[in-house]
C-alpha cells in the first residue's frame, strides 16, 4: 500500500496559480488512480479531480468548479501526482487531500479510496 505526501500548499492572491504534488512511496504507484479532494472550514470533503491509470488512458475527471482552471496529471516514473491550480478564486481555500484507489472505477467514490495523504492547505486571499 502506498503513502502520500503533498506538498506545495500556500497563500495566494486571487487569480494566481499554485501547483500542488503528492509523492508516493512503494513501487506500485502505476496500479493506482488518484484523486485530489479538498475541505474547506465547515464543509465536508469534496472531490476535485482524478486521473486514472496509463492503461485505462490516464482519463481525467474534474469537478465542475475547477474544470478549465485545475489540470491532474501524473509522473509514474517519479511516483507523483499534481493538481495545477491557475486563477484560483477565494472559494478555493481548502486543505488539499490526494488519495490512492485500486478500485477499478473510472471515477471512484471517496469510500473506495485505500490511501489519503495528511493535506496542505491553500488559501487564496481576495
Known amino acids: 500500500q502506498v503513502q502520500l505526501v503533498e506538498s506545495g500548499g500556500g497563500l495566494v492572491q486571487a487569480g494566481g496559480s499554485l501547483t500542488l504534488s503528492c509523492a508516493a512511496s512503494?513501487?506500485?504507484?502505476?496500479?493506482?488512480?488518484m484523486g485530489w479532494f479538498r475541505q474547506a472550514p465547515g464543509k465536508e470533503r469534496e472531490f476535485v479531480a482524478v486521473?486514472?491509470?496509463?492503461?485505462?488512458?490516464?482519463?481525467?475527471y474534474y469537478e465542475d468548479s475547477v474544470k478549465g482552471r485545475f489540470t491532474i496529471s501524473r509522473d509514474n516514473a517519479k511516483n507523483t501526482v499534481y493538481l495545477q491550480m491557475n486563477s484560483l478564486k477565494p472559494e478555493d481555500t481548502a486543505v488539499y487531500f490526494c488519495?490512492?484507489?485500486?478500485?477499478?472505477?473510472?471515477?471512484?467514490?471517496?469510500?473506495?479510496?485505500?490511501?489519503w495523504g495528511q493535506g496542505t492547505q491553500v488559501t487564496v486571499s481576495s
Open positions: 488519495a490512492a484507489a485500486r478500485t477499478l472505477s473510472e471515477r471512484p467514490r471517496p469510500y473506495e479510496y485505500d490511501t
Open positions: 512503494g513501487r506500485t504507484f502505476s496500479t493506482y488512480a
Open positions: 486521473i486514472n491509470r496509463n492503461w485505462r488512458g490516464g482519463t481525467t
